[in-house]
């Protein structure tokens, strides 16, 4: 990681970005693992090199099933790049020092399909050097919006009391032409949920609670959030996926099981 992204201020409220696949054995050292075992109050004797294996899987799985965009997230996080550029076009340092961190956290398949959009043009991505620079910024903000947009068209707006209707511009985003509905919100996160509680299953023997609660926080819930805070995931959502797991399980649990022919 560049020395110069700690200096970087946190003006604006972007999502954190995401560890890198690379740094799983790193941030998830056995150190950090004992931890979590303490977290999730282990039962004396149990495998905790196994534990650890299974949360590095885990987060691995997470990981790269987040890096894998559908198209309607990919056209989110274009549209979402966009006007970050559009803010840091005013010439605010605030804006372009979170133009500069959202690049760098861009996800994957957005920078390769960037990528592939302008490498026939001759353009690449500016670098967060270049966009933080006050030498250089304008420029890069400028190549920027190039990078993410190839111009625009007059469009017709609302119907006017006379009958004429308003014209406005609106910008040509490079975003697949074709936007089908993709993967609900959230599921990576759920999937998480569930790897993790397997993990949990393994080294306890016994199946994480159905519920969980905001206040009172049990073993499993601490240890989801911190195994979320560690990948880069706000764990504000731990709980109601937690209860949304819980609820599935249940649900499946009720489900007449077929006997014997």
């Known amino acids: 990681m560049p020395a110069e992204r700690k200096a970087i201020p946190r003006g604006y ?10 740094d799983v054995e790193r941030i998830f050292d056995d150190a950090t693992v004992l931890k979590l075992a303490k977290t999730a109050k282990l039962p004396a004797g149990a495998d905790a090199a196994r534990f650890g294996e299974s949360i590095r899987v885990a987060v691995r799985i997470f990981l ?37 961190r ?26 967060e050097a270049e966009l933080l620079s006050l030498a250089t ?27 004429q209707r308003s014209r406005s511009f609106k910008t040509l985003l490079r975003v697949p032409a074709k936007v089908e509905r993709g993967r609900p919100r959230g599921e990576a996160e759920r999937e998480f949920v569930q790897w993790l509680a397997t993990s ?16 009172v926080r049990g073993p ?6 911190e195994c979320f805070e560690l990948v880069g995931v706000p764990s504000g959502s731990v709980t109601r996926l937690i209860n949304q797991f819980g609820s599935a399980r249940r649900e499946v649990a009720s489900r007449p099981h077929a006997g014997p022919e």
Not at 65 to 82: C, F, G, H, S, V
Not at 200 to 215: I, K, V
Not at 220 to 225: A, G
Request: net charge positive; aromatic share 6%; glycine share 10%.
């Open 64 to 100: 790269q099933t987040k890096a894998k965009l559908d198209p309607p997230r990919l056209k989110a996080e274009i549209e979402r790049l966009y006007q970050l550029n559009r803010r840091a076009e005013g010439g605010s340092d605030r804006a372009a020092h979170a133009l500069a």
């Open 102 to 127: 959202a690049v760098v956290a861009m996800p994957a398949d957005v920078r390769q399909w960037l990528i592939s959009c302008n490498t026939p043009h001759g353009r690449n991505i500016p670098t």
């Open 13 to 22: 409220s972007e999502r954190r970005p995401l560890i890198a696949l690379g």
């Open 200 to 215: 949990y299953l393994e080294a306890t023997g016994q199946s994480p609670p159905y519920t969980a609660h905001h206040r």
């Open 137 to 163: 910024r304008q420029s890069a903000v400028a190549r920027l919006r190039l990078v993410l947009s190839y111009g625009g068209g007059t469009v017709a707006g609302r119907k006017r009391a006379g009958g």
């Open 220 to 225: 499993f819930t601490r240890f989801v959030c």
